[in-house]
């Protein structure tokens, strides 16, 4: 297919533009060329255009990553799709041939390259994406529901190794989008009470709704003493979705529980108490997007099971862009989404 479409294009540090490209074109057999019906902000767009930006990006390239899209075009060596399926995307792209990618955990490949920092991405009518990083999901699947699929791609790769029991106690450092997808992924699970942090009254609504039996506003309340009460034991599992508090994570699991790592923040420095890692035999879990779970989130939406669609704030056309990554920026929003042909629904 020929001819421009809308995008917006990572320009300089902390600056981007509103502005068309040429329709990308299918360039390896495994290609796909995807129409974007939908695209979300996440919070790595934040961090590319942050000044200094706290996560790389090429210059000239289109930002985004997060989609529901449908199939225009596939290369020569695609099976698995056809025109007009509805599909999801994991946008990290292994080598797949170096010795981490060869063990199976490609998910931190060495190599990696990413849709939306290193190739263009999906703040644009179309995109290209390699068929093994697709899944194709039932068209009668809610908009609202899908747009969460990349999140959840990598929310999900940290359940698959949390190996949850029903009934275990869950604490949660951090009330975002990830303690939100967390809270509601560990209640799915047959979790018993889950406690999450959360300093922010506007988003109390989005944590009691994701199933959280008890928000602890940090400012006010003493989260180790909150646990103490409602989980004599210590918590089964603590999930830090911040990327500074392991060490509360340590004090506050159970003797033998599991802390799972998912948060990010590669400025910050942390004393962590070896002694009660061992002392207390406890598991401690890194884990970083999804390894072979997109096929579980398509299930999943498939399903109906997997439904975020309470955490939308915002919906946008495209070109309001600037509005939505300042909403974001501001922490007003916790999901903004973005329709590239104007056709909000
Ligand atoms: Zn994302
Ligand atoms: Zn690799």
Not at 39 to 53: E, K, M, N, R, Y
Not at 219 to 239: F, N, S, Y
């Amino acid at each position: 297919m020929q001819g421009m479409m809308d995008c917006v294009v990572f320009t300089e540090v902390g600056k981007y533009e509103i502005t068309q490209k040429p329709i990308p074109q299918l360039k390896r057999p495994n290609d796909v060329l995807v129409k974007v019906l939908a695209c979300s902000i996440c919070g790595t767009d934040v961090h590319i255009l942050a000044t200094p930006p706290q996560y790389p990006a090429i210059p000239g390239t289109i930002i985004g990553h997060e989609i529901v899209g449908e199939v225009v075009e596939c290369g020569e060596a695609v099976t698995g799709f056809k025109p007009g399926d509805r599909l999801i995307m994991d946008n990290n792209i292994a080598c797949g041939t170096c010795e981490i990618c060869k063990k199976g955990d490609y998910n931190v490949c060495p190599n990696m390259k990413s849709i939306g920092m290193e190739y263009d991405g999906a703040f644009a009518q179309y995109l290209v994406c390699p068929d093994s990083n697709l899944a194709k999901i039932n068209k009668d699947v809610p908009l609202d529901n899908a747009i969460f699929a990349e999140p959840l791609n990598v929310a999900m790769g940290g359940m698959k190794k949390l190996h949850i029991m029903p009934g275990d106690n869950v604490v949660i450092i951090g009330g975002g989008p990830f303690g939100m997808y967390f809270t509601k992924l560990c209640k799915m699970a047959g979790a018993g009470k889950v406690i999450i942090t959360g300093r922010s009254e506007a988003r109390r609504k989005y944590l009691l709704e994701s199933g959280a039996d008890r928000i602890v506003n940090t400012r006010e309340e003493d989260l180790k003493a909150v646990v103490q009460e409602e989980m004599p034991l210590g918590a089964d599992i603590t999930i830090e979705c911040v990327g500074t508090t392991i060490d509360q994570c340590i004090d506050l699991v159970r003797p033998g529980g599991t802390v799972l790592v998912i948060g990010l923040n590669d400025k910050a420095e942390q004393t962590i108490s070896q002694h009660w890692i061992a002392r207390k035999g406890i598991t401690i879990l890194g884990s970083f997007i999804g390894v072979n779970v997109l096929q579980t989130v398509a299930s999943g939406l498939n399903s109906g099971q997997l439904d975020f669609s309470y955490m939308i704030t915002h919906r946008l056309p495209l070109k309001d862009f600037e509005i939505g990554l300042e909403a974001m920026r501001t922490s007003q929003a916790i999901e903004v989404v973005l329709y590239p042909w104007d056709d909000i629904r």
